[in-house]
């Protein structure tokens, strides 16, 4: 298997555009979580999906931020519109039946 | 916050030393993980401990976990220059939400 699958891989972006990100998760995995990462503070917790269901948002910074799974193999994550404190490394990852999380390469966002 | 603390925050050690790490966390738990993440690069999984568990040996690594302290450690022996590396504790809820701390940046000089 190719792993967890993030597109793309740099973006950079002017302020107030929309950004798309893009995750395909592992064949056969029932979860996927999306991260972002930052010097201050670390690898937060956006959102988690099982079985293609949004189970917890609560990381969700604001409604500017959204997430879908339309199906197994492919997830979203879409800020709209971007700010600079937006800026960061998201990271998607996937699991089965809960265990160990595989994560992608991430997809480092600079909005200016 | 969720999220786990990592101490040190950073550690330099001689190549052949052994390495440990610390974790400690607020919430109950399901399992505890530890990752390391390379550079510019994602995080891989190293090692999973149940929390029924109190020790666990993969290799050079050793992890423990006390409950009652809410606290882990990673014990990295024989370290090599390879293993220079950020490393992170994740804490797995019964909700299944891992929350990952703050890491530890391990530089390992040849």
């Known amino acids: ?112 | 916050s969720q999220q786990g603390e990592e101490d040190p925050q950073a550690l330099s050690i001689q190549e052949g030393e052994n390495a440990t790490m610390n974790c400690s966390y607020k919430t109950s738990i399901n399992n505890l993980q530890w990752y390391r993440q390379n550079s510019g690069r994602g995080l891989v999984h190293l090692i999973l401990i149940r929390s029924n568990e109190r020790e666990k040996h993969s290799g050079r690594l050793r992890v423990t976990l006390d409950t009652s302290k809410k606290s882990s450690s990673l014990l990295i022996t024989a370290s090599r220059a390879a293993d220079t590396a950020s490393y992170f504790c994740a804490t797995v809820n019964t909700g299944n939400q891992f929350y990952f701390g703050t890491g530890t940046s391990l530089t390992v000089i040849p």
């Not at chain 1, 967890?4 to 740099?10: E, G, L």
């Not at chain 1, 956006?46 to 197994?72: C, Q, T, W």
């Not at chain 1, 997830?75 to 996937?94: G, M, N």
Request: hydrophobic share 35%; glycine share 6%; charged share 20%.
């Open chain 1, 1 to 112: 298997d190719a792993g967890v699958i993030q597109s793309p891989r740099h973006e950079v972006t002017e302020m107030g555009q929309e950004v798309t990100l893009r995750c395909k998760p592992i064949s056969g995995h029932n979860s996927l979580f999306w991260y972002r990462q930052t010097m201050m503070r670390g690898l937060e917790l956006l959102i988690y999906f099982n079985n293609n269901v949004p189970i917890d948002d609560s990381g969700m910074p604001e409604d500017r931020f959204s997430a879908k799974m339309p199906n197994a193999s492919f997830s979203t994550l879409k800020i709209q519109p971007s700010e600079p404190r937006d800026s960061a490394v998201y990271f998607c990852a996937s699991s089965e039946f809960d265990e160990k999380l595989f994560f992608g390469s991430g997809t480092q966002l600079s909005v200016l």
